[in-house]
């Protein structure tokens, strides 16, 4: 909202006045994706690749059990809570992408559960293809759009833009998902620890938990 502000300071008073709930992910009271766009299968494919994009983190050794469901994971300094039952994690991407987040990833590792469980309906192959079922009419030609008078009439200027000053910078903006998987580190098959492979491993093998 800085940065908006210093763009300037009437996109920031319009967001403030329609309300968070209507531009920002977190607070929207129904579930969004990152990309709007009319092809329901661009959308799930692209939110398919981002889960895939997730680190396999290994939290076997700290991840503790609260209840029946409900279980901590520590993510460095950082803890989560995950609730099976509710679908959730503190971190809010598991039930914002409907899709288990990395700390529920490493509860379901730890307790030997398939995801298929806790995906959204929308994202299985049933439901991609039931959207197939309902006949789609192709828009009728562009010189029979009825358009009323007064939009034909109106004209849209560019947004206003002052070009700041230094030299333009050449790194693009990472998107929040970028952001937050940050660099991927892989771990070593035996103990399950970062920074070496097991050809390198000196450390005793992980005991699989009964």
């Known amino acids: 909202m800085e940065k908006i502000e210093n763009v ?5 008073e319009y967001l403030d006045d329609v309300g968070r709930e209507k531009w920002s992910r977190l607070y929207s ?5 990152w990309t709007m766009t009319s092809n329901i299968a661009e959308c799930i494919n692209g939110k398919l690749v981002a889960a895939r994009e997730l680190p396999v983190f290994d939290f076997l050794e700290e991840v503790e059990a609260l209840t029946e469901y409900v279980y901590t994971v520590n993510d460095g300094p950082q803890r989560f809570i995950i609730d099976l039952k509710r ?10 992408d409907e899709i288990p987040c990395s700390h529920a990833w490493a509860v379901l590792k730890s307790k030997n559960l ?11 192959p049933n439901t991609v293809v039931n959207t197939y079922d309902v006949p789609i009419d192709p828009l009728p030609d562009e010189s029979e759009s009825n358009v009323p008078t007064h ?3 109106e004209f849209v200027l560019p947004p ?31 103990c399950r620890r970062f920074g070496h492979n097991r050809r390198s491993c000196g450390n005793e093998p992980l005991k699989k938990k009964k």
């Open 8 to 12: 300037d300071i009437r996109v920031k």
């Open 114 to 124: 398939t995801a298929d469980a806790y995906c959204s309906e929308l994202f299985k």
């Open 29 to 33: 009271p129904v579930n969004r994706g």
């Open 87 to 96: 679908k959730t994690c503190s971190c809010r991407m598991f039930q914002m």
């Open 151 to 153: 939009i034909l009439e």
């Open 160 to 190: 206003r833009y002052e070009r700041p000053p230094g030299r333009p910078k050449k790194k693009r903006d990472k998107p929040l998902m970028e952001l937050m998987i940050g660099k991927r580190r892989n771990a070593c098959s035996t």
